[in-house]
Structures are given as C-alpha cells and as structure tokens.
C-alpha cells in the first residue's frame, strides 16, 4: 500500500473547502459542499466520500488529513463553552475583573467590556508565593487547593484554569497543583498557564489560560468525533490540525491546547497567498480571502505572511481594540471584515445602505440558493450583475435562481432608495468594497504600507469575483488568481509546514542578559519542540526588545554572531521611522520550530476544446453595463494573453475583470490581470 494522497479541509461559514493533492498520480482535485453547522464533521466527511470517489482513491492510499476549524471562535462568540473555575495566587481573584482598567472608548457612556469567561465566584485564591526571581516565598497550601477546587466541582465547574503569579518565571507551584488533583479529580480538564503561555504579563496570561479551559472539552470532543469518521471511511492516516500563526500540529497537541486553535481558519488562506506569491515571484501581495461570512485580508512581504504574538477574541466591537478578550499566542497578523457572499443587504433607519455583518451562511443562504433565504445578500446582488452564471454555480450543481434574486434586491434595496434593479445591485457591491478597502487600508497604514505597492492575490469562493473593484479602490495594478482560487484555504493547509511557536520570559536589560539562563531556556524549548514534531526541526530564534520603560516590545531575529541592539535599533527604524537614545530590554525569548512544508502545484493539464463559453452583459464599476467574453479556465492555454472585459469561470468560483485589464495565462493557469 503506498500512501501519498493529502487532503486539506476548510470548514467556512457558509460552504466547506476540500482539496486532494496525490503527488503520485500528479492529481490535484478539489471539492465544495455547504457547511452543516449543527455538525461541521459531518460535511467533512461526506466532503472526503466524495472526493475519494471521484478521484478512485482507496481510503488506505491517504497519507494524512490537515484540517482548521472555527470551532474556537465561534464557542467564544455565542459563549457556549464548558464552565470554568480559576484558580490563582490568594489576593488576585479580581485579576480577569480588573483586566487592564481603561475603556476601550472614552467616547461612549455605554461601552461595556466583553464579559470574562469566568465569573467571579468562581475565582478562588490559594496561599502559596512566588517572587518575581522564581524564589519561593510562600509554601503552597496544599490543603486549600482542594478545598477550593472541590467547592468549585460543587458550584459546577467542568474545567480548570490555573494562574499563579509569576508562574511564567517558575511553574513548580502550578505543576504540584496538576499532580494533586491528577489524583483527587482525574477527569478534570486542568490548564496551566504556564503550559499554554509562560510570558510575563499577569492578565493576560490568566486570560489565555481561561479561554483554553472554556474550549477545551467542546475541541476535544469535535476532534474525536472527526477521528472517529475518518477511521469509519477507513482512513487511518494521521490527522493534522492548523495552528493560528500557520503552522500544524498534531491532534493530541490540539487537543491539549486549543487555544491555538483560534486563527487556525483564516491563517491557512494567508499561508496559501504566501505559496503563490513565491510561485509567482511577488515579494509583496496583499491577500484576500473573500467567502460566504467574512473576508479576510493580510500582508505578505517576503514571500511570508507578517505574524503577532498578541490577539484579541470575542471583541464587543470588531473594529476598537480593548473591547475583547486579550489571548498570547502567535498569530497570523489579518483583519476579518463581516463582508461576505452572504452578508445581508439593507438599508438602515437614516436610509442609508449597509451591507453585513449579518449573515445569510448557509443555512438558509442567499435568496438565489433557494433554501429559504428572503434578504438580499452580495451573492444576489453579484448574480443581478452578471458576474455569476446561475446555470454554472459550483459546476452546475447548485442552480441559482436569478429571478428570485432580482426580486429580493428591488424589493428590499432598490424600492426603498429609488434605485433600479441594476443600481440597487452595483450599490451592494460599492458598499461591500469599500467596506473591505477601508479596512485594508488601515491594516496597512498601521504598518507604514502603501497598498499601491502590492499585488492582490484573490481567493474564497467571492474573493475573485471582487477582487477587480476592490483593486481599483485601492490603485493596486495587479491581480493575481491562482487556479483552485475557490479553495484556497483547504490548499493552505497542504502546504503549510509543521510548527511549534514557543516562547519564554527573562525579563533583562540587554546590558545585564544571562546569557547562559538564556541558552537553558532555548534548550528547553527546542526539547519541548523536538518532542511534538520528531526529529529534523529547523530552528529559528528571536526576541523581544523595548526601550526601557516603553509598554510594548518589538520581535527581532537572534543574529549570528551579530549586534542584537543593532538589530533591534533597524527594526525600530523600519516600524517607526527613528531610533531613540537610551537603554533597551529584553522581555521574551522566542523559539520557532517547523519541519519542511510540502511543495503542492495548484495548476492542471489543460482540457480540449474551445475555451470560450460565449458572452454575457457584466456590470463594472465605473464601466457600467458591457459585453464580456465568458471563458472556461480549464481550457485556457499557458502563455495566452487576453484583454477585458472578461469572465473566468472554474467550478468553485468565479472573477471578472473590465475593459481596462490585460490578463496573462500563467504556467499553471494562474491569471495575472494588469489594470490601467
């Protein structure tokens, strides 16, 4: 039996990505099928059945499966995860109440912050102290942990966090709490913060730990039960799971952390751009992920996508931060807006439009899917346009119904603004562009980015179809569609490598490092690493430094045998346009441990036949209504180059672009659009 068929599986909000690469067979196949939200593991599965049956691939011939899951996110959101009980240093309980004592807007009278995850009275304190050196202070009261945790048991709670003060420095009071109640209380979910994120900062580290508790059970019982389909397809292979800063890792380590599960969805479509991008030769693009809920959109320079160490979750308000819940951990550094093919399309009480975040998902989905939807969505309004054939609707097998859709615009849009079909249209999609252009421009300014200087690498199943506008509102003059754009996110999970983000806090002022300590510390990490990924990792190093007396840090690659001021003071510079006088700290040691990616090919061998489908009126903006050639993108031929306006159709999406583009078929049948 040889094992060499991968498949990636994406579960959206609205449909389920699936993408089988057999580097054997020279086989790239993907698949598309709406999300059943009441049990997303069931659309994984039939998703996988299907793929296997259209590809005859024996379930003993799949070498692994790599899957990202929203999961987290959306427990977080509609608050449905286990009951949790903190348990903290005695004289802290307060600390997740307390978080950072300001308001996340001073403007507004009523802003409340978003809930914490554990109540207070289930916040217990337990004598017992560390000093901020690791030396013990105070023994630990033994007797009291499990007095606390069984009155905790008693009032409910289903899962454990513990946060001990300055356990980032030592966590041998910590652990002798896993081991007592190991024994007193075996099925207890424990999480230690020092396990999930041993840094310094006493809030947030509590924060982390809580949110890893609170989901804990509800992952673990999801990855057992996807386990258990595949074993029942007969797949045995591992089973991998992304990580939010785009790495994989095992289910056990998914299991024990799901925390870092958080991103896992989105950071697989940004890893995606970034295969593309190096494919294509592009240092710089912008990537969008457009689907049926959100559109995502990241930068990636370097061939790289750009990654944080800090994250908000479960924001009040998506757009203000200090309105969520502070998590420490890696992450692919995106902006998420509520504009997808399914957001919803109304106008508000001022009669002014508004598009999402509401959104239609799927179930019941947009007007034109005929499952019950009622509310115009940017999926109808792209289909009054033009830019969608309903007879073509992924491959045929969803037929979209047209007129229902004019019906729902008109009604709901056109009538009460005084707009004609087609206006009420082209205004859905304005708005919904520059929705997604607003945001993409301050996720840029915030790193000191002109978009003008990126290619737009599209993707999503309406991400291409959108990709032209938002481009001209951002004067970005190349788009770049890869082939499979329509699950893109299922490709980023085949290619993303196996990673381990780990990090330490050594607080020091970088004239005084010990730096003995520091290579323990390293040591340690890299043992930790070798022990979730095997043998063969590639090792990378960095560090937090700050300005002594500065709040926030920025992360520098370790040089060898260089100057770290030095390479801190040039990335300063780089982020900030200046250097200061003074002396710099370091706060946190980082460790990067990955194993090689895999290197799968997005392109197909041409089919025969005429790749022209025939024409179509599209509405283009600030072109208004045109005849547009129609093309087959399984029958294009490497190397052609064509002019707009022009449709590409390929079964799970669809892009457009006006009579200002010239497009290039690439070796694989990527589409380069130039605009101007």
């Not at 593309?276 to 592009?282: I, L, N, Y």
């Given at each position: 039996m040889s094992r060499t068929a991968r498949i990636g599986v994406d579960v959206g909000g609205t449909f389920t990505d699936l993408l089988l690469h057999d580097p054997a067979r020279g086989l790239t196949w993907p698949g598309k099928l709406p999300t059943t939200p009441h049990a997303p593991h069931d659309a994984i599965t039939a998703g996988i059945t299907r793929?296997?049956?259209?590809?005859?691939?024996?379930?003993?011939?799949?070498?692994?499966?790599?899957?990202?899951?929203?999961?987290?996110?959306?427990?977080?959101?509609?608050?449905?995860g286990a009951v949790v009980g903190l348990l903290t240093t005695d004289g802290f309980r307060d600390t997740l109440e307390m978080a950072r004592e300001i308001r996340f807007d001073p403007t507004d009278l009523h802003a409340r912050p978003a809930p914490p995850l554990v109540p207070r009275h289930l916040c217990r304190g337990v004598p017992g102290r560390l000093t901020a050196d690791g030396t013990e202070l105070t023994p630990l009261d033994e007797d009291a942990v499990l007095a606390q945790v069984a009155d905790l048991l008693a009032h409910?709670?289903?899962?454990?966090?513990?946060?001990?003060?300055?356990?980032?420095?030592?966590?041998?009071?910590?652990?002798?709490?896993?081991?007592?109640?190991?024994?007193?209380?075996?099925?207890?979910?424990?999480?230690?913060?020092?396990?999930?994120?041993?840094?310094?900062?006493?809030?947030?580290?509590a924060s982390t730990a809580c949110l890893n508790a609170y989901v804990q059970p509800l992952v673990a019982h999801y990855?057992?039960?996807?386990?258990?389909?595949?074993?029942?397809?007969?797949?045995?292979?591992?089973?991998?799971?992304?990580?939010?800063?785009?790495?994989?890792?095992?289910?056990?380590?998914?299991?024990?952390?799901?925390?870092?599960?958080?991103?896992?969805?989105?950071?697989?479509?940004?890893?995606?751009?970034?295969?593309?991008?190096?494919?294509?030769?592009?240092?710089?693009?912008?990537?969008?992920?457009?689907?049926?809920?959100?559109?995502?959109?990241?930068i990636v320079s370097g061939g790289e996508p750009r990654r944080k160490h800090d994250f908000e979750a479960g924001r009040v308000d998506k757009f203000?931060?200090?309105?969520?819940?502070?998590?420490?951990?890696?992450?692919v550094d995106l902006i998420e807006i509520g504009s997808g093919g399914g957001s919803i399309a109304a106008p508000d009480p001022l009669g002014l439009l508004k598009v999402g975040p509401r959104s239609a998902g799927?179930?019941?989905?947009?007007?034109?899917?005929?499952?019950?939807?009622?509310?115009p969505t940017v999926t109808d309004a792209d289909v009054v346009l033009g830019y969608l054939d309903p007879d073509a609707f992924?491959?045929?097998?969803?037929?979209?119904?047209?007129?229902?859709?004019?019906?729902?615009?008109?009604?709901?849009?056109?009538?009460?603004?005084?707009?004609?079909?087609?206006?009420?249209?082209?205004?859905?999609?304005?708005?919904?562009?520059?929705?997604?252009?607003?945001?993409?421009?301050?996720?840029?300014?915030?790193?000191?980015?002109?978009?003008?200087?990126?290619?737009?690498?599209?993707?999503?199943?309406?991400?291409?179809?959108?990709?032209?506008?938002?481009?001209?509102?951002?004067?970005?003059?190349?788009?770049i569609v890869p082939m499979r754009a329509g699950v893109m996110s299922a490709y980023g999970?085949?290619?993303?490598?196996?990673?381990?983000?780990?990090?330490?806090?050594?607080?020091?002022?970088?004239?005084?490092?010990?730096?003995?300590?520091?290579a323990a510390l390293y040591g340690e990490m890299a043992e930790q690493a070798a022990a979730v990924l095997g043998p063969g990792v590639r090792l990378r190093r960095s560090a937090d430094l700050r300005y002594l007396g500065q709040g926030a840090a920025l992360e520098v690659g370790l040089p060898e045998g260089g100057d770290l001021r030095e390479a801190f003071e040039v990335a300063y510079r780089e982020a900030f346009g200046r250097t200061l006088d003074g002396p710099v700290e370091v706060v946190d040691w980082r460790l990067t441990a990955d194993l090689p990616g895999h290197d799968v090919g997005l392109g197909c061998a041409p089919a025969d036949g005429d790749p022209r489908r025939g024409e179509r009126e599209v509405h283009f903006p600030g072109h208004?209504?045109?005849?547009?050639?129609?093309?087959?993108?399984?029958?294009?031929?490497?190397?052609?180059?064509?002019?707009?306006?022009?449709?590409?159709?390929?079964?799970?999406?669809?892009?457009?672009?006006?009579?200002?583009?010239?497009?290039?078929?690439?070796d694989d049948l990527t589409l380069f659009a130039d605009i101007g």
């Open positions: 793929l296997l049956a259209e590809t005859g691939t024996d379930p003993g011939d799949v070498a692994g499966v790599v899957h990202g899951t929203t999961l987290v996110t959306n427990t977080l959101l509609e608050r449905t409910g709670v289903e899962a454990l966090a513990v946060a001990l003060l300055h356990a980032y420095r030592d966590d041998r009071h910590e652990r002798r709490v896993r081991e007592l109640l190991a024994r007193a209380h075996p099925g207890l979910p424990v999480t230690l913060s020092s396990a999930v994120t041993p840094v310094i900062g006493e809030y947030e580290r990855l057992d039960a996807l386990r258990a389909g595949l074993t029942t397809l007969g797949i045995e292979a591992p089973l991998h799971i992304m990580l939010s800063g785009g790495g994989v890792t095992t289910v056990e380590d998914a299991k024990a952390f799901p925390v870092r599960l958080l991103e896992s969805g989105p950071a697989a479509g940004a890893i995606a751009a970034a295969a593309v991008a190096r494919r294509a030769g592009e240092p710089d693009v912008l990537s969008f992920d457009m689907g049926g809920t959100t559109a995502k959109i990241a203000k931060p200090g309105s969520g819940l502070p998590v420490k951990l890696t992450v799927s179930v019941p989905g947009p007007v034109a899917y005929g499952r019950g939807g009622e509310q992924l491959g045929g097998e969803l037929r979209l119904r047209a007129a229902e859709a004019r019906k729902a615009v008109a009604r709901d849009v056109g009538d009460p603004l005084g707009l004609d079909e087609t206006g009420a249209a082209a205004g859905i999609v304005e708005v919904a562009t520059a929705s997604m252009a607003a945001a993409a421009r301050m996720h840029l300014a915030e790193h000191g980015r002109d978009p003008a200087g990126f290619a737009l690498v599209a993707f999503g199943g309406a991400g291409p179809v959108h990709a032209y506008g938002l481009a001209k509102q951002l004067k970005i003059r190349r788009v999970f085949l290619v993303a490598a196996p990673t381990v983000d780990l990090a330490r806090s050594l607080p020091s002022p970088l004239s005084e490092v010990d730096w003995k300590r520091v208004g209504r045109v005849r547009a050639t129609v093309w087959d993108r399984y029958r294009l031929r490497p190397g052609t180059e064509l002019t707009g306006p022009a449709v590409f159709e390929e079964r799970e999406s669809s892009c457009s672009f006006g009579p200002d583009c010239r497009i290039r078929v690439g």
